[in-house]
């Protein structure tokens, strides 16, 4: 009898997501797990696309692609990833891979894209367990897979759902957990699936610290267990923000979690400061901007000098001209990226 020689592809993409409480800590109890509960928004536009060519082989290969070429350090840190998972997928210990990927967003953009990336990655191994299985359909658990996106890139595992995700137990939400983050599709007011989160590039340089250092420098903070309390209270009452739609709070949410989490860094030891005089300049004109508008756009930051804006659809034409009139100036050769709430993963 002639052997079968097993061979296909599969291709999905997964956004980024913003959080609007942040992750910054890990527990000591098991890998990945937050020390506190986060809450994030789906982003439509700066996504990973992947494509992943498995053959039947004697030994596990990997050869990677990232926009057409190799490139060794992403290639590192997935094979280490896939080695990891040995046990939870056998097959591949007798696969060769070959994955070729794609950011919509400019690399110099300064974005992390290990959110999407490793959540196209997950997707990616399910589908073609799936299809090893002989299945017609491919039905994935997101459970299992924000819970295998965490363990590659903890902020990942809520790039899996659309709209919005809750990473971390809470009281305050039934079935949320430290090792998967849930859905808020049905837990938030219409208004917030209309926003908008353009992305003001102050700095085009790779991050300074990374994540993995930063979550350790959390370990001998001194204001830990505060931050660790304040998050939590944090997610509760933003629940209830998202829910009831009062902009007003979740503007005060919002923006005292981005200032936390470089306070938190300014106070580390030793010192991280990420912040760049042109997002200190973007944060002021935005106040004033407010101040004189009462537009209801906020902003946060994520683990970098760049500044996010966030703000209902209904709104967004006065904030692109404000954008372009006085915020383009700060920014690295006037580079913003225009994105917003979206829908989560697909399969291309
Ligand atoms: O997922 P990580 O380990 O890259 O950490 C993400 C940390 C922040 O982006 C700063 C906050 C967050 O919750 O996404």
Not at 54 to 68: A, N, Q, T, V
Not at 96 to 103: E, G, K, R, V
Not at 219 to 230: C, E, L
Request: net charge negative; glycine share 4%; aromatic share 8%.
């Amino acid at each position: 009898m002639n052997e079968v020689n097993i061979h296909g592809g599969v291709k999905w993409q997964s956004p980024s997501n913003i959080a609007i409480v942040k992750y910054w800590g890990k527990s000591p109890k098991a890998p990945q797990i937050p020390q506190n509960p986060s809450v994030s928004l789906t982003l439509k536009n700066c996504r990973t696309e992947m494509a992943v060519f498995y053959e039947e082989s004697d030994r596990f290969g990997l050869r990677f692609y990232f926009d057409g070429k190799e490139n060794p350090e992403f290639q590192t840190k997935i094979a280490d990833f896939l080695k990891s998972q040995m046990s939870r997928f056998p097959f591949l210990n007798q696969m060769d891979l070959q994955i070729n990927t794609n950011n919509t967003f400019p690399h110099s953009s300064g974005i992390a894209s290990s959110a999407s990336s490793m959540s196209a990655l997950v997707l990616c191994l399910l589908d073609i367990e799936t299809s090893l299985r002989g299945a017609e359909e491919s039905t994935i658990d997101l459970s299992e897979a924000s819970r295998l996106a965490r363990l590659a890139s903890g902020s990942a595992c809520r790039s899996l759902f659309p709209k919005a995700a809750l990473w971390g137990a809470t009281e305050v939400f039934n079935g949320s957990s430290d090792e998967y983050a849930v859905s808020l599709e049905n837990d938030i007011a219409p208004v917030f699936k209309t926003y908008h989160d353009s992305i003001l590039i102050v700095s085009d340089a790779k991050k300074a610290v990374s994540s993995r250092m930063g979550h350790a420098l959390m370990d001998t903070n001194p204001y830990a267990d505060t931050r660790y309390a304040v998050a939590r209270q944090n997610v509760a009452d933003l629940l209830t923000v998202l829910r009831n739609g009062d902009l007003e709070q979740f503007i005060h949410i919002t923006e005292s979690e981005a200032l936390q989490l470089h306070a938190l860094m300014m106070c580390s030891n030793p010192s991280v400061m990420l912040l760049k005089p042109n997002t200190l300049r973007i944060i002021n004109t935005l106040y004033e901007f407010r101040r004189e508008t009462d537009i209801p756009v906020c902003f946060t930051l994520d683990a970098g000098p760049n500044v996010h804006l966030l703000y209902p659809d209904q709104h967004a034409e006065m904030v692109e001209r404000f954008i372009m009139d006085e915020l383009e100036p700060y920014c690295h050769e006037g580079q913003w990226i225009a994105d917003q709430v979206g829908d989560g993963p697909s399969k291309c």
